[in-house]
């Protein structure tokens, strides 16, 4: 569905790039996840792929369309949900997907089937103007489903919102991927990035540093440590234990022994800690 090679962009016409050699492809179906802390290339690379910003240098294929000759019918399969909602203030949120869906050229979907869908139902009559922030976020959410989009562009989609809405939208993201719905998503928050994504491409500074599943990251970069609680409840101890390191292995023989374990779990390091580990950059 994405075919990126050798992308380039400069926001100053000189070689101090804002995305700087970027290539990769994504298949059809797949969750992409594009992370990285602020600044370092998402939103350039995303406004290249989805038409917002001119393409200057390298090849870019979105949905089989070359985003350098672009044709109006690519924006009825794609779609995209920004960070910065961009809804009209002065339309109610029913008008706002009703005018968006006059843009299209194939069949939209229900705006207020949408509206429940993000739990907005009771809100279609309301201007967007008295919506808070993550109510605006989730109008722009609903915005982008509008054209049943093969190829769907997410930008911090859960941002702002609060842990029951946020499940909820990424109950939304993973069915729509059921469907065979391939995703696009560019975040730095590692967590949603491990829940929903089956690849994920780390870039700093406009260069991305490598490509693959959260789980061979973990395996390949993540410590294998052993997390044991022991002792009784009033007196409960816990250690954390390498299981390659030798004297770690003789201490868990140990307390497997002489102690009463009360839990024992593998512990894993988090897409956060590998991220650090390999770029050197925290996510701020």
Not at 142 to 163: C, I, K, Q, V, Y
Not at 176 to 196: C, P, Q, S, W
Not at 221 to 234: A, F, M, P, R
Not at 265 to 280: D, Q, R
Request: proline residues 3%.
């Amino acid at each position: 569905m994405i075919t990126v090679e050798h992308l380039y962009h400069s926001y100053s016409d000189d070689e101090i790039y804002a995305v700087k050699d970027v290539s990769f492809e994504i298949p059809k179906g797949e969750v992409f996840g594009f992370l990285g802390p602020s600044g370092a290339g998402k939103s350039t690379a995303q406004g290249i792929l989805t038409g917002l910003l001119k393409l200057q240098k390298g090849h870019v294929s979105v949905a089989g369309y070359d985003v350098e000759k672009i044709k109006q019918e690519m924006f009825n399969q794609i779609g995209v949900s920004f960070e910065q909602s961009n809804v009209y203030s002065k339309m109610t949120a029913l008008e706002n997907l009703k005018f968006y869906a006059q843009l299209f050229d194939v069949p939209t979907r229900n705006p207020q089937e949408l509206l429940e869908l993000v739990g907005l139902n009771s809100k279609g009559d309301i201007r967007a103007s008295e919506f808070s922030k993550g109510m605006k976020h989730r109008l722009t959410f609903a915005r982008s489903m509008l054209n049943n989009p093969e190829l769907w562009f997410l930008d911090e989609p859960t941002t702002g919102l609060d842990p029951a809405i946020a499940s909820i939208i990424k109950g939304i993201i993973r069915e729509e991927n059921r469907k065979g719905v391939t995703i696009f998503l560019t975040t730095h928050n590692m967590y949603i990035a491990d829940e929903l994504c089956d690849r994920v491409a780390f870039i700093v500074e406009g260069e991305i540093k490598l490509i693959d599943s959260p789980q061979n990251l973990k395996l390949k970069y993540g410590q294998d440590l052993i997390k044991v609680e022991y002792g009784e409840n009033s007196r409960l101890q816990s250690k954390t234990l390498s299981t390659t390191d030798e004297n770690d292995r003789k201490k868990l023989i140990e307390l497997i022994e002489n102690e009463n374990i009360r839990t024992m779990h593998t512990k894993e390091a988090t897409l956060e800690e590998i991220f650090i580990k390999v770029t050197g950059r925290e996510l701020m």
